[in-house]
Each structure stands twice: as C-alpha cells, then as structure tokens.
C-alpha cells in the first residue's frame, strides 16, 4: 500500500508532498478524485478545488463520483491514484460502506493502490473514525466506525493545530480518554502529510503532529527538549512520566525511514538506536527503551539489572516470528522493581521482595523463552547482530568463555 495522510487545507505546504506522489504515479493514467464526505451541491466546487490543487500533477485529466455506486463500478487499476476529499467522514464511510466500493477500495489499497487521503478521506484509512467525536456530526447515526486500519493500527484526527491550543478542548480530552482504553491515535495539523509505504512513515510539512498513546500527547517535527530533560529527571517516577510523554513504540531503519507501531522488515533493516537517536525522534522498542531505563539508572549510580528475554536466535532462526522483550529491574531499599514503559498491558514500577520473585512473575508468560542478563546495549547492531551479542552471555550475565 502507498498512502498519503493530510491533516487538510490546501496550500504551498502540501508541494513537497505532492512532489512525492508524482514522482511514484503511472502518468499515463488518469486521477480519481472522490469528494463523497461533501454534499453534493458542493460537487462542482469540489471539482474546481482539485483542478487547482493537483495542477502540478502530470496526468491526463481528473474524474469525480458522485456516489459510492459508482466508485464501486469503477476499476480503480485504470487510476494513477484515488484521491480522497475531506468533509463528514460519517458520511463519507456510509457512503462507502452501504455501497460496496469499501471492500472494492480496501482491496485497491491492499494490492499497492495509491490513495492520498485529505481530511476525512485520511481519517477512513485509520484503525476507527471515532475521533471525529466532536469534529464531524454524526447525523446519519452511524455504528460502524471500522475504517480500513490501513496504517500500523493508528487511528488518524485532523485539523489539529497544537497541544497548547487544544490541551483544554473536548477533542483533545476526549483523545486522552480513548487512546488510554484503546488503540493510538494520530492527531495531524493542516498541511502536514504523512506518507506511508510497506510499514515506513515519511513526513511533509514543518508543524509538529501528534500520536496519543496511552492518553498521553507526544510531539513529533517540533523543536524539543527531550536530551535536556532527561538529564535533569532524578526519580524513577519521574522517569515513567517523561517517557509517557516522550516516546511510543517504534525504530529506525538502516536507510534512517521511521517505523511506528509495526516490525515490518524489522530482521531485515532494523538497527539499534543511540541514546541521542532515541530522544530525537522519540521511538523505540523494548530493546531502545530498555536502553534508556538503563542509561537513567546508569548515570545515577543505581542498582539495577538488564535483562532480554526471548526465543534463542541465531541464523538457522531467520524465518520465524519475532519472540523477545528486553526489560529492567531496579533497587530501593530493600526491595526490587520492574520498570515497564513499552509492554502497554503491563506498564507501571512493579515492587518485588527480591530478583527472583520478580523475575518468575515476568517470565511466567512465555515460559518458551531463554532470560540472559546483558550489561548494556550497544548502538547500531541488526536485529541478528543483537541477538549474536546476547548469545556471548549466560543468565547472571557472566560471559560465555
């Protein structure tokens, strides 16, 4: 699948965006433009809109539906790409749904279509429309909020224009509450476009988005202060808070592409991340955020333990799925804790009586798995150089001789 993600509006942002899709298209083929979330004594206006917004586009000309009976009538493989209006999203899933095109689209999609989603037409490509609460009506009274979970199980909200803005609104309250119960979501400025292909995220535009994970807001493309802040935390609690508020599951590629919320080619082009990498962009799995829980309790002269469990890993292993949680213990006193951020279920600081204790409750789960203490994790291994490194240790973290 290759799609583009616009927080709406039109505009000199969206060039760069618009470069990149004309640079991936089939300019011998026409665009489909489906202004189905408008009404339709909007439609000619639509159309004149598109006319001007795609005009740097190399296709031959642009044809609109007017229902979603006739998107379904379409075969969209005669398309350069399916461009995909803002408006209601209500009614723009409605439409979709009632008529058949949604599966007719979502297969489209699934067999590397194109589709540049504006707005609502954005907000259907996600896990739910739920997050058009209170920026759309839903009139029509609408129960099916499924849209095409087309992007690593994120949900999308547009129009957004800043957290110190929005922090009091209902939408963003609202936000806090949904992604706390249920899947993450991602809030996009006008303009700002994401594009997304085989599990890479790529970003156009300058104003900072948003993903709220866990009920919490975390900033990306905006001038942070995360390296600073770190160094200044000084309790485990105050670490859990910073990283609630600083960093969501996700990594870098070798070719620097970001990953969120998916292990797609994770064997292929993963590579460990640097402590500076982490707190710029913000991601990391269970192995960055490991790195991280160590580093805070590293520089602070604080007992703890690094632990990674997982399925033995060598290159006989390359085919299988991916069994693995990296994981840190702390002490206090007289008592040991387990330190969770990237395990959602399971987050919190957990108190042990002992190391043992502790480290039975954690693995009972996947009782499968091998627990080797590490020292350290070091920056930019593979996915099977990391695990090579693991094997060179014992449980204790001794060194295999």
């Known amino acids: 699948m290759r799609l583009f993600l616009c927080g709406g509006g039109s505009g000199t942002d969206a060039f760069l965006a618009y470069q990149k899709l004309n640079e991936i298209i089939d300019h011998k083929k026409p665009v489909l433009y489906v202004p189905l979330a408008m009404n339709k004594d909007r439609y000619a206006g639509c159309y004149s809109w598109i006319k001007n917004e795609l005009e740097n ?56 279509g194109i589709v ?6 954005a907000i259907i490509l996600g896990q739910s429309i739920a997050t058009c609460k209170y920026s759309d009506k839903n009139d029509i ?5 499924d849209g095409f979970n087309a992007v690593s199980q994120f949900s999308f909200l547009c129009h957004f224009t800043n957290q110190d803005e929005e922090k009091q609104s209902q939408n963003t309250k609202y936000l806090k509450d949904y992604t706390s119960r249920y899947e993450k979501v991602i809030a996009l400025p006008e303009e700002d476009t994401i594009y997304y292909e085989d599990g890479v995220f790529e970003i156009f ?22 390296k600073t802040e770190f160094l200044s935390l000084k309790s485990p609690e105050e670490l859990m808070d910073f990283m609630d508020k600083n960093v969501t599951y996700g990594w870098i590629g070798d070719n620097q592409g970001l990953h969120f919320n998916n292990l797609k080619h994770f064997r292929d082009i993963y590579r460990t991340s640097s ?12 192995i960055e955020q490991g790195k991280l829980i160590h580093e805070f309790f590293e520089q602070r002269g604080i007992e703890h333990k690094l632990y990674c469990h997982r399925q033995y890993e060598d290159s006989k292993n390359e ?6 949680h990296c994981f840190v213990l702390f002490k206090s006193e007289d008592f040991w804790y387990h330190f969770e951020h990237s395990n959602t279920p399971k987050k919190g600081i957990h108190k042990y009586l002992d190391v043992d204790s502790a480290i039975n409750d954690i693995t009972s789960e996947f009782p499968n798995r091998e627990l080797t203490e590490i020292p350290d994790i070091p920056e930019g291994l593979s996915f099977m150089d990391f695990n090579q490194y693991v094997n060179q240790f014992q449980r204790d973290g001794k060194k295999i001789l």
């Open 275 to 286: 402590i500076s990498e982490i707190l710029d962009t913000g991601l990391g799995t269970c």
């Open 116 to 121: 540049f989603g504006g707005s609502a037409g």
């Open 57 to 112: 586009i190399d296709v031959p000309n642009i044809e609109m539906v007017t229902s979603g009976y006739d998107l379904a009538s379409r075969n969209l493989e005669d398309y350069s790409f399916v461009f995909i209006g803002g408006g209601n999203a209500y009614k723009l899933l409605n439409d979709l749904k009632s008529s058949g095109a949604f599966s007719k689209l979502k297969e489209y999609i699934e067999n590397n």
């Open 319 to 324: 085919g299988r799925d991916i069994h693995m």
């Open 141 to 145: 009274m609408l129960n099916d909020l």
């Open 205 to 226: 535009g300058e104003r900072p988005f948003y993903v709220f994970d866990g009920g919490k807001a975390i900033s990306f493309l905006e001038k942070n202060h995360r």
